[in-house]
């Protein structure tokens, strides 16, 4: 009875001893495990140090140059904004002619052009009549007023759609406004007063306030305008403001493209 309890406990002893024994096996093999998996990690580590770099410096250039090359490859001229294309070699250049630019300019600095001056005169009789508006005291004065009109034409209007391009001959139309007559200028030096006539009886000079002489004047004026209204003095006025105007730019558009000419006509 006794032995079997000593087998007993000496059975339960080699249990208790191969149970240590295989938790200090399951510890080691855990140790191992871990000292693998630590040296695992440390041998990736550079890899995955030089792929951060590539994501973070690298691929941002690969996809500017892959937009670059994209750009390229859907290139598209400027040649076609110009008013003229003379050469036009895609990604290798363009030739153009601008004549907008070269015709208007600064349009800020572009002035009334002045195109044909015609000299106008109007003469007015001053009558001061006498007693009884019998002739004998009656007094006459001819007055002549002498004024210069000046034609112009508005280059300030311009605009683009005033150029008009004809590529297959080489014509380039110029499209202003008519001429118009500014404000007749009358100088007081040109104011002439004749002799005054007398009657029999009459005596001294015929005298006239500030405000009678202004509205003789201004009456002598309108005479004036209606006679530089007259329809042939208008036509040579519009003559002269295509010549002028030709004149003017044909220079600048042979110096822009020498093979082309310019025409000049009203809206």
């Known amino acids: 009875m006794e032995q079997n309890e000593k087998e007993v ?5 080699l249990e208790n001893k191969e149970a240590i024994l295989n938790e200090v096996r ?3 093999r855990e140790g191992a495990w871990s000292g693998k998996a630590i040296s695992l990690m440390l041998s990736i580590l550079p890899v995955a ?17 892959n937009q670059k090359l994209a750009s390229i490859n859907t290139f598209e001229s400027g040649a076609s904004q110009h008013d ?16 907008e630019d070269a015709i208007l300019g600064d349009s800020g600095k572009l002035k009334k052009l002045e195109v044909f001056v015609q000299e106008v005169s109007d003469a007015a009789t001053v009558t001061n009549a006498g007693l009884l508006n019998w002739s004998v005291f009656s007094k006459n004065q001819l007055i002549t007023y002498n004024g210069t009109a000046v034609y112009t034409v508005d280059l300030s209007s311009l605009t683009k ?7 297959e001959s080489k014509i380039i139309t110029l499209h202003i406004p008519h001429a118009v007559r500014e404000e007749i200028n009358i100088p007081e030096d040109q ?4 002799d005054t006539s007398r009657g029999l009886l009459a005596f001294g000079e015929i005298k006239m306030s500030p405000e009678k002489a202004a509205e003789i004047q201004a009456e002598a004026r309108a005479k004036m305008e209606e006679k530089l209204d007259d329809v042939k003095i208008l036509e040579t006025a519009d003559r002269f403001a295509i010549l002028s105007v030709w004149e003017m730019y044909s220079p600048i558009v042979k110096g822009v493209a020498k093979d082309y000419s310019l025409e000049v006509e009203f809206r």
């Open 161 to 167: 759609n005033d150029i008009v391009f004809d590529e």
């Open 84 to 99: 003229l294309v003379l050469e036009d070699n895609g990604i290798f250049g363009y030739t153009a002619v601008d004549f």
């Open 26 to 28: 399951k510890a080691a």
């Open 49 to 65: 140090i030089v792929i951060i770099l590539l994501v973070v410096f690298v691929m941002p250039k690969i996809d500017s140059m």
């Open 9 to 13: 406990q000496s059975n339960k002893d």
């Open 191 to 194: 104011i002439k007063f004749g």
